[in-house]
């Protein structure tokens, strides 16, 4: 009897450790893949690019200083003195005291470099621009001067003009994302030409100040982030490089006599502009 209950008690016991050979290992779940959030774009770097657009020159003149009591020759009469009628006192009155305001656009184009630095939602960097602006703006004065001789015509011609113009400005904005909202401000600097020529049938006056000036420009634009490399912008901004005197003089009998005209040198500028982020 203890036989037999030994026996089966073993058959049962292999056969349960058959059962549970047959039975599939039992597995740990894998861990779940770690969070990895997407990257944010930064403002925050080197940069440099080109720009094109349109500039437009404010030409405005006006009348300064000339040698008063000047005598121009009288064609008829070797005599200048204008007490007699037989000369003309004073050829700087029979300019205009004003010439323009006169403005006139032209294409402009260059290369820019900069760095900024964003500081959450807000970004402040610098910015070095040189472009080369095209183009002269002329205004012009014809009239007629009755003496007891005749005639007389008078021409007074203003032209000014600006080969390049160079900046170097801040600019602080606000990212929303890839998009920048930006104002900038800085020192502007460039070589206006301005001309004078004044003349009556034998006697030209000439003057000419093509000299590197410096001044200031403010604007504002809007940038975006076409990829991370990649931005793309439109910008405005305003320029003046202050007053300058050109004095006209000519050769001749009338050595020494002049008329001066005082320029203003200002404009605007329009643009767009393709940057790569370093």
């Known amino acids: 009897m203890k036989k037999l209950l030994l026996s089966t008690v073993a058959v049962l016991g292999m056969s349960a450790a058959a059962v549970a050979a047959d039975l599939p290992a039992r597995t740990m779940a894998p861990a779940p893949a770690p969070f990895v ?11 440099a690019g080109v720009h094109a657009g349109g500039a437009w020159q404010d030409l405005r003149a006006r009348r300064g200083a000339f040698v008063p009591g000047t005598l ?75 003496t007891a001789a005749g005639t007389l015509p008078t021409t007074l011609e203003v032209r000014s003009g600006l080969d390049w113009l160079g900046t170097a400005r801040l600019r ?3 990212a929303f994302d890839r998009v920048l909202v930006y104002a900038t401000g800085g020192v502007a600097f460039g070589n206006p030409d301005n001309r004078v020529t004044f003349s009556v049938p034998g006697t030209v006056w000439t003057g000419r100040d093509d000299t ?30 202050g007053r300058q005197t050109v004095t006209a003089n000519t050769t001749g009998p009338l050595a020494g006599t002049n008329v001066s005209y005082r320029f203003n040198n200002s404009g605007q500028i329009g643009r767009v502009g393709v940057s790569f982020k370093f």
């Open 37 to 47: 959030a997407a990257p944010v774009f930064t403002w925050t770097g080197f940069y």
């Open 72 to 146: 121009l020759p009288d064609p008829n009469n070797n005599n200048n003195d204008n007490g007699n009628g037989n000369g003309i006192a004073g050829f700087g009155v029979f300019a205009p005291a004003t010439l323009g305001p006169r403005d006139r656009g032209t294409f402009m184009g260059g290369g820019h470099l900069g760095y900024n630095q964003q500081f959450g939602a807000f970004v402040l960097g610098g910015e070095l621009d040189l472009s080369w602006m095209g183009g002269r703006t002329r205004s012009a004065f014809d009239g007629a001067l009755t």
């Open 172 to 174: 602080a904005g606000v």
């Open 212 to 241: 590197v000036r410096a001044g200031w420009t403010v604007g504002g634009g809007v940038e975006f982030a076409w990829t991370d490399n990649l931005t793309v912008r439109a910008e405005y901004l305003y320029y003046d490089l």
